[in-house]
């Protein structure tokens, strides 16, 4: 059973950073790619950044400049940082992955159960 499950997210002041983290458990024959995305209140889920397995990496225009994803293959975990936060990225943050689980199967997409970020004085 493949599991990705997020952690790090809380509440933080304007301007504040955090550090979001996403570990996979169960066992996996390769990885397309991980990701974040997120949901906040009554809007659809978006695309905050991407990182392939060849390392690299794109960001939705409301991130770039203030987030970083990376990953340590070593401890299958894919993280993000966040920056100078505005009241606008308040959202659940969710993590995603595209698995491939065994050798000749196909890949599928993996959620994590997502995290709360607040962002608010």
């Known amino acids: 059973q493949v599991q990705l499950v997020e952690s790090g997210g809380g509440l933080v002041q304007p301007g504040g950073s955090l550090r979001l983290s996403c570990t996979r458990s169960?066992?996996?024959?390769?990885?397309?790619?991980m990701g974040w995305y997120r949901q906040a209140p009554g809007k659809q889920r978006e695309l905050v950044a991407i990182?392939?397995?060849?390392?690299?990496?794109s960001y939705a225009d409301s991130a770039k400049g203030r987030f970083t994803i990376s990953r340590d293959n070593t401890k299958s975990t894919v993280y993000l940082q966040m920056n100078s936060l505005k009241p606008e990225d308040t959202a659940v943050y969710y993590c995603?992955?595209?698995?491939?689980?065994?050798?000749?199967?196909?890949?599928?997409?993996?959620w994590g159960q997502g995290t709360q970020v607040t962002v608010s004085s």
């Open positions: 990182i392939t397995a060849t390392g690299s990496s």
């Open positions: 995603y992955g595209r698995l491939r689980r065994t050798y000749g199967s196909g890949e599928f997409d993996y």
């Open positions: 169960g066992s996996i024959f390769s990885t397309n790619r």
